[in-house]
């Protein structure tokens, strides 16, 4: 079928590309040819023709499928919030006066404004849903052992760049409800023991959240983690070019029996360079699988954020707690359930059981790779995936949350100017309605 698809577009590409000739003034034809004449040294030195040739001709590995595409769903949509994250910084200034009404402007005023923010917003949580569904993908099939432990490690810290980057983008719209979670977010961080109040004031710069904080979450978020993510990112992926995808568990089985019986090995990662007639051919076979799931990501992301605005709260105060904390990210709900349920220790242990996953590989080196066969892995896994999913649809389903108790007293008592009083704390209750209190609040919809 791909086949067929790829011949039809070949022959309708050729077919209007001798339209356009036949159609087009030989004068503008004379400035192609004098291009295509400039391309020939820029070639013969860069060796592009070859480089695309050999790309093309590349093979991927026999078993190399559908499975995989959760690593490929992560990159889209990391490309996404690449993109629409440029085009946001065109107009966003991060600054305490101006970070609310330059969101407010990129919304209502800048062309297609709202649906670029929108799908920052939407890919920032789909792209977590993404990354843990391929990490449950590699922790099953036990791709995690050698010889891609380092590549595991290196998703792990992926995994971290991706919860650093949405962690300190929630803060930028700077509004009520991204000001107290944030406060109450780095309130737990410095209940960890040890590093907590360390890695909490380092973050705010300054005894409560303000244009410190909101200073250092921007230059983290658009300077240091794209720099940190890019360098990730290369070695993931030369890392996987160089070891191969891991075969299914029953497809190495099979292979194992071969080479027991020295059979030749067909299940073999193969390099792209010897010229294999075996294994999925990366163009069209591949490329346009890949198409196909971008596709649908953009699809599916496009529709949410045109359905689901993401709302806006009043503009951020620290010297009003307000009445909710409407959560606008997944890790968000994920957070705000545990610190309810379980409290800070509930927090810290989740935080560590996903931590001490980079473990795994040092302590499971056996070549068993049946899921039934490692009966640790299965609970560990099943704990951290899903109690993440438990704890999502419990924080997606409390809707809306006010602070918690006591938080930000303290510093906001420092802050209170003189003849002004902090406004009392509300005390931790039932969920309200998530409807802005406030005249500010965003020109477009309320809670998805
Ligand atoms: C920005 C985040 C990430 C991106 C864009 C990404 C992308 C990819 C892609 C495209 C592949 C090859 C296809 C596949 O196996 O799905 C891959 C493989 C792999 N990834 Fe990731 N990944 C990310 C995060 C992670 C995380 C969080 C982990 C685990 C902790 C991880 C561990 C691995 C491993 C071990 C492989 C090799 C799998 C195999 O050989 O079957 N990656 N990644």
């Known amino acids: 079928m791909i086949r067929r698809a790829w011949y039809a577009a070949k022959s309708w590409f050729s077919q209007t590309w001798v339209d356009i000739k036949e159609s087009t003034d030989a004068g503008l034809l004379g400035g192609a040819r004098f291009l295509g004449l400039l391309y020939g040294p820029i070639d013969r030195r860069l060796r592009i023709d070859e480089a695309l040739r ?37 107009y966003y200034r991060p600054s305490v006066q101006e970070a609310y009404p330059s969101t407010q402007h990129i919304v209502s005023n ?58 300190t983008g929630y803060l930028l719209p700077w509004d009520q409800w991204a000001y107290w979670t944030v406060t109450e977010v780095l309130v737990a961080i410095s209940g960890f023991p040890l590093v907590g109040g360390l890695i909490a004031d380092t973050l705010m710069g300054d005894v409560i959240v303000s244009g410190a904080t909101l200073s250092r979450f921007f230059s983290i978020h658009v300077i240091v983690l794209p720099w940190v993510s890019l360098a990730l990112l290369s070695y993931h992926f030369t890392l996987v070019r160089r070891r191969g995808i891991a075969p299914p568990v029953h497809v190495e089985e099979q292979s194992v029996g071969r080479r027991r019986r020295g059979a030749p090995n067909p299940q073999q990662h193969q390099s792209a360079d010897d010229g294999s007639q075996q294994g999925v051919r990366f163009f069209p076979t591949h490329l346009l699988r890949s198409l196909s799931v971008t596709v649908l990501v953009l699809a599916i992301a496009v529709t949410l954020a045109v359905l689901y605005p993401r709302p806006f709260g009043p503009p951020a105060n620290p010297l009003v707690v307000p009445h909710e904390l409407v959560s606008t990210w997944v890790p968000v709900d994920v957070s705000l359930a545990l610190l309810r349920y379980l409290g800070i220790w509930g927090f810290i242990v989740f935080t560590l059981l996903g931590v001490s996953l980079v473990l795994l590989p040092l302590f499971d080196r056996g070549p068993e790779r049946r899921i039934r066969k490692r009966p640790v892995v299965a609970v560990l896994g099943l704990l951290f995936f899903g109690g993440f999913v438990v704890l999502w649809l419990v924080g997606r389903g409390i809707g809306s949350l006010p602070p918690s108790e006591g938080i930000g007293q303290e510093a906001r008592q420092e802050r209170v100017v003189p003849g002004e009083r902090a406004a009392p704390l509300p005390r931790v209750g039932p969920a309200r309605p998530a409807v802005p209190s406030d005249s500010a609040a965003g020109e477009r919809g309320n809670t998805p």
């Open 54 to 90: 050999k790309m093309l001709g590349y093979r991927l590995d026999p078993h190399v499928g559908w499975r995989q595409m959760f690593g490929g769903i992560t990159y889209v949509l990391f490309m996404i919030l690449v993109v629409t994250g440029v085009l946001m910084a065109l």
């Open 110 to 167: 800048v062309s297609f404004g709202w649906l670029i923010r929108d799908l920052h917003v939407w890919s920032a949580s789909l792209i977590v849903v993404a990354v843990l569904a391929h990490m449950a993908r590699v922790l099953l099939e036990a791709a995690y052992k050698p010889p891609r432990e380092t590549n595991w490690t290196i998703g792990l810290l992926l995994l971290g760049v991706i919860l650093a980057f949405g962690a």
